[in-house]
């Protein structure tokens, strides 16, 4: 076939570079913009920030990027493989996100630098607070926020991976936080109910795609040793609890210490009695001469000498919530802190029910010591 005369006189040059012009036009069709990489695995998002408001609290939050048209970028696909995800005994060398959850009422510098000192990198650890609603929650956050200012804009290996702030949506049940009024008999079913709300808004809040473990510590619990995470995960347990103790004056001004969590404690005939005996929405306590259970009690079974074994290990039916280490899937499985009567237990305690109902067990450490504030009364419950 003869060439027209009007393709003759075009030069060769120009067709080569038309070309190159639709092939480039083409592979930019087929290539995927930056906004639509390759999904990001779990692992990989143990250190980068998230990049958009619906990324798990445990992440820690960057502003959403824009185009240079200043349209923003959609917000990526994530997979997490939760069958990749691990709870370890080495839990630190083997990256696992640790995310620590406190109810805060009261904000305690002790508390604070007590969860500095912690040896566990905190790049790996993610921390969760809820604070009370209404005036009686301002003054708790206002000096939560300033010490998570100066720690994380002071040095980098300090600072935590991600913080989470949220505010209870419920009033608090008591208008005292005087620790004889806490303890009282008589307030403990309305209080603890009114902790099991805080504790499960907290936890379905912050509890992410990546998070491996769960510690649960109370909001003065201002001794530990910097160890405590790495100690607990070393017992490669679903649910672990160390002893708790309290350091106090006695009458007579002396400096002594007291077991103070009585809510790990293996259980008795006597309770399985007094709960048969017992309503459906009644509730069994530990700690009180007006119910007498004889569960035996991990806080006196406790080896206060220096040569104890710290590492003694014990299976428990209940647990306190003070220091608390939990395997992240345990949670996932469904085991929260029941607010109403569960099996005649509430709370922490309702919630080792629910783990064991489950398949988990629950264990304590009676001779691995933690210690909540210091009080100068000497009431014993």
């Given amino acids: ?132 609603k209404g005036k009686d929650g301002n003054a708790p956050t206002t000096a939560l926020q300033a010490a998570i200012a100066q720690t994380q804009s002071g040095p980098e290996a300090k600072r935590f991976a991600s913080v989470t702030i949220i505010r209870q949506d419920f009033d608090p049940p008591l208008t005292s936080q005087d620790e004889a009024e806490r303890h009282k008999m008589e307030n403990q079913r309305t209080r603890r109910a009114s902790m099991s709300r805080a504790r499960n808004s907290l936890l379905f809040t912050t ?69 048969k005996k017992m309503g459906p929405d009644e509730i069994l306590l530990e700690g009180y001469a007006e119910m007498a259970t004889y569960r035996a009690l991990m806080a006196k079974t406790a080896d206060t000498s220096d040569n104890r074994d710290q590492g003694k290990i014990v299976s428990l039916d209940g647990v306190g919530g003070t220091a608390l280490l939990v395997k992240a899937e345990v949670h996932r499985d469904g085991a929260m802190f029941p607010p109403f009567a569960f099996y005649h237990l509430i709370e922490t305690e309702g919630f080792a029910k629910m783990a064991r109902r489950l398949g988990w067990g629950c264990w304590g450490l009676p001779n691995y010591f933690v210690s909540i504030l210091f009080s100068k009364q000497s009431f014993e419950r």
């Fill in 207 to 275: 509890l992410g795609p990546s998070t491996s473990w769960v510690l649960w510590l109370d909001a003065d619990i201002v001794e530990t040793p910097p160890t405590l995470i790495e100690d607990l995960a070393s017992h490669d347990k679903p649910v672990i609890v160390p002893n708790c103790f309290q350091r106090y004056t006695k009458d007579d001004g002396k400096p002594d210490i007291r077991p103070y969590d009585y809510n790990s404690w293996t259980d008795s005939n006597q309770a399985a009695e007094l709960a």
């Fill in 1 to 132: 076939m003869a060439i027209s005369r009007s393709l003759r006189r075009i030069n060769p040059i120009t067709l080569i570079l038309a070309g190159l012009l639709a092939l480039g036009f083409i592979f930019f069709l087929l290539t995927p913009s930056s906004s639509h990489a390759t999904p990001v695995t779990s692992n990989q998002q143990h250190n980068s920030p998230a990049s958009n408001p619906l990324s798990p609290a445990t992440a820690p939050f960057r502003k959403q990027a824009t185009q240079n048209n200043g349209k923003r970028i959609p917000p990526p696909v994530v997979h997490y493989h939760l069958n990749n995800l691990t709870t370890s005994a080495d839990p630190a060398a083997n990256q696992e996100i640790v995310l620590i959850l406190t109810p805060l009422a009261r904000f305690y510098q002790e508390y604070w630098d007590n969860l500095l000192a912690l040896s566990y990198p905190h790049r790996l650890i993610a921390l969760g607070f809820i604070t009370p």
